[in-house]
């Protein structure tokens, strides 16, 4: 499962939570929500007798067996700060669009001035709640954008709200979350192997009705029917991280539909698993330098060495410590910030540069003083543990959607291989993000389809946004899914975090909102400076 989600929120929440330091990792499943939203409707899953599924790949039903879909009008009700909310019904498997219907759960904010239309968005995961995203329309989406649009979110089929993938309670996640994923000896291979046959094992118990349908493919078809309910001719549309996939897929199965497609932080949907894994691990490795050299501005900077090369040695040598002796945990509730969870402490906030200071000093707290408080707080947002020790089903449906959009190896020793070769090139985050994707091995809903280019033949131009210095989601991404899409127009960012509309540059921020509001593009190449 990718390290991936949104900017703006791990900063947020950090502030708010700790009073301090704040397409994939064992330890680690993804993205900083916002809070939960009004609208907290749930449809369990059910389950089914076991057994080996595949995912439904692309197809096309007629529009006659769909239209009941397309024609219903639900019922939006208020939802509390402006907002309304709404349950949409869908087929849980398109291709019998007669049979079993799901539910998927919206939330609008209606324009501020004259309507002309909705602009639906996506934080990313796979697992990101879209209503909790929208919830943050006023941060979210320009003021500009927002007079004309209503600002759409929904959770995607098997999150949060619509219809979830459930596997695990609390305290199996914070075992699986906190497991080892940086094996040092053939015991601790094993036990990572028996740790993700049982996630696979306790998700296909508890959802295997759901988890064929869980795929990007169908939540794009999903997006088209929200589309045709909302009374738009064509999808206007802005996807952040793992979003850039579901909107170029909408642009792949709909291109006829699209009016604007706007996807920052892009994926590279050709890339393989394997491969995307080890780029993502890379741009995770390259900000973390990015950070390093920026900590020494500081005077509050930990680092005692004062190059790039010795802070990282000081980095690998605290990772070292907590794998041998856990930090300490000033929380209470048990948990030990070992090697995985330290990890994640400290990529939480690389997703924002604005959370570097607060990387800074809880480093300083675990290096110095062997506390790593700090760092287990920041990780509890990027998997969104609650005080409570309860889980959102992001990390659940994260491995839920990544296993059956893409082909990953089924034996152990192709992880084993793979996450050597990502440890040589990126040592602080290669083996985490490779045997995260384990699961995937045992998974009971397998792809039918293999990783291959999105070109979205016959839709008009599509904005593919990417930030120079992405961890999550890194910038060759980008590159590729413009070159890929017949109509990708590439702008970057010479920027530092995760996804660039939004995040400071006026520059950015201008061209989107051009495109978003008159499909005005910029030109394809341009690189927007780095905000100051």
Request: include cysteine; charge should be neutral.
């Amino acid at each position: 499962m990718r390290l991936a989600g949104q900017t703006a929120k791990v900063t947020r929440r950090t502030k708010r939570r700790s009073g301090g330091p704040g397409r994939r990792l064992a330890a680690a499943a993804v993205i900083a929500l916002l809070p939960i939203s009004a609208c907290s409707a749930r449809t369990p899953a059910t389950s089914q007798q076991p057994g080996v599924t595949k995912a439904v790949p692309a197809m096309r039903t007629p529009a006659s067996e769909l239209r009941a879909f397309y024609e219903q009008r639900p019922d939006w009700s208020d939802c509390g700060d402006g907002f309304q909310c709404a349950r949409i019904q869908v087929p849980l498997d398109y291709t019998k669009p007669s049979g079993e219907r799901i539910e998927i759960s919206a939330i609008r904010l209606p324009a501020s001035g004259r309507r002309t239309g909705s602009l639906l968005i996506n934080p990313g995961g796979p697992g990101g709640s879209g209503i909790q995203y929208a919830r943050a329309a006023k941060s979210v989406v320009s003021e500009r954008v927002r007079e004309q649009y209503d600002v759409v979110g929904f959770d995607p089929r098997g999150v949060g709200e619509s219809t979830p993938v459930h596997c695990m309670t609390g305290a199996q996640l914070d075992k699986y979350v906190g497991m080892d994923s940086s094996p040092d000896s053939p015991a601790e291979v094993t036990e990572l192997d028996n740790a993700s046959k049982q996630f696979a094992e306790r998700c296909e118990a508890q959802s295997a009705r759901l988890l064929p349908h869980v795929g990007t493919a169908d939540a794009a078809r999903d997006i088209d029917v929200l589309r045709g309910v909302l009374g738009d001719a064509g999808l206007t549309y802005l996807g952040k991280s793992y979003g850039t996939y579901l909107g170029a897929m909408y642009a792949e199965l709909f291109p006829k539909n699209v009016r604007a497609l706007v996807l920052d932080g892009a994926v590279d949907p050709a890339m393989s698993a394997i491969k995307s894994n080890e780029v993502q691990a890379k741009g995770f490795e390259v900000a973390l330098e990015a950070f390093a050299e920026d900590c020494f501005l500081d005077g509050a900077c930990p680092f005692t060495s004062r190059t790039v090369d010795g802070a990282m040695k000081e980095i690998s040598d605290l990772l070292a410590r907590a794998d041998r002796q856990p930090l300490k945990n000033d929380l209470g509730d048990g948990r030990v910030v070992n090697e995985a969870w330290t990890v994640l402490g400290i990529a939480t906030p690389l997703y924002e540069r604005t959370a570097w200071p607060q990387l800074r000093q809880a480093l300083g707290q675990a290096m110095i003083h062997g506390n790593g408080t700090s760092l287990l707080r920041m990780a509890d947002l990027l998997v969104d543990r609650r005080s409570d020790g309860t889980y959102s089903n992001q990390t659940e449906a994260n491995m839920a959607v990544n296993c059956v959009d893409h082909r990953y190896p089924t034996s152990l020793d192709a992880y084993g291989k793979a996450a050597d070769a990502a440890g040589k090139m990126a040592p602080h985050f290669g083996p985490f993000v490779m045997w995260g994707s384990l699961p995937c091995a045992y998974w009971p809903a397998k792809s039918a389809e293999a990783d291959k280019p999105i070109k979205g033949e016959g839709a008009p131009p599509i904005l593919v946004v990417g930030t120079l210095r992405d961890p999550a989601t890194p910038y060759e991404w980008a590159q590729g899914l413009a070159k890929e899409l017949t109509s990708g127009v590439l702008l970057g960012y010479d920027g530092d975090g995760h996804t660039a509309y939004r995040s400071g540059s006026t520059c950015v921020d201008t061209a989107v909102d051009d495109y978003l509001l008159t499909l005005r593009a910029p030109k394809n190449g341009t690189v927007c400076p780095k905000a100051t």
